[in-house]
T-cell receptor, first 112, second 114 residues
Framework: DAGVIQSPRHEVTEMGQEVTLRCKPI?????LFWYRQTMMRGLELLIY????????DSGMPEDRFSAKMPNASFSTLKIQPSEPRDSAVYFC??????????FGNGTRLTVT | GESVGLHLPTLSVQEGDNSIINCAYS??????FIWYKQESGKGPQFIID?????DKRQGQRVTVLLNKTVKHLSLQIAATQPGDSAVYFC?????????????FGKGTHLIIQP
């Protein structure tokens, strides 16, 4: 089991640029989650999918954020345009039904 | 909205001692609780979970206690080791353990002193 794989591990970009974060969930898991972690707000759920369908995106900060899951083995989180306040660690997690979430090691995003 | 919170942001214990990390929750509808451990540079890692029909659950060196009367959750780690140094999060869920709707607390930083 390779676990949840996220890329890149680190991303540094300038304000206004588009950022795309990638996630490969654990094979067989039917839930996929995107979380954001900051010192001030902790872990915040942004959006989650079930069987590739977005179920709840109420945590997405604003229209600059979008997420897709074109198939069961891949998801992206896109920020366009990026702003300094988007700087955070973004985690992807997956689960199967009622199993606990399995997290990737995150993407540390820095927007200057 | 209702949220999960922690009593202590930092806890320092001597290696070999037992540690207790506490968590208060406010959503009386929560029926599933999880503890996660996060080491520096890594994602949260599942430690142990408990459902609301239980008061106690034990794992390897860890025990989770749930007091629904006062909406309190604790994680006990026995005979702490240097590898236990991490940030510990409690999380709650209101869908009986379904993955959706998991809400995390802010975290407690556990420091193991040699």
């Amino acid at each position: 089991d390779a676990g949840v794989i996220q890329s890149p591990r680190h991303e540094v970009t300038e304000m206004g640029q588009e950022v795309t974060l990638r996630c490969k969930p654990i094979s067989g898991h039917d839930y996929l989650f995107w979380y954001r972690q900051t010192m001030m707000r902790g872990l915040e759920l942004l959006i989650y999918f079930n069987n590739n369908v977005p179920i709840d995106d109420s945590g997405m900060p604003e229209d600059r954020f979008s997420a897709k899951m074109p198939n069961a083995s891949f998801s992206t989180l896109k920020i366009q345009p990026s702003e300094p306040r988007d700087s955070a660690v973004y985690f992807c997690a997956s689960s199967s039904g009622r199993s606990p979430l399995h997290f990737g090691n995150g993407t540390r995003l820095t927007v200057t | 909205g209702e949220s999960v919170g922690l009593h202590l942001p930092t806890l320092s214990v001597q290696e070999g001692d037992n540690s207790i990390i506490n968590c208060a929750y406010s959503n009386s509808a929560s029926d599933y609780f999880i503890w996660y451990k996060q080491e520096s540079g890594k994602g949260p890692q599942f430690i142990i979970d408990i459902r609301s029909n239980m008061d106690k659950r034990q794992g390897q060196r860890v025990t989770v206690l749930l007091n629904k009367t006062v909406k309190h959750l604790s994680l006990q780690i026995a005979a702490t080791q240097p590898g236990d140094s991490a940030v510990y999060f409690c999380a709650e869920n209101t869908s009986g353990g379904g993955a959706d709707g998991l809400t995390f607390g802010k975290g407690t930083h556990l420091i193991i002193q040699p």
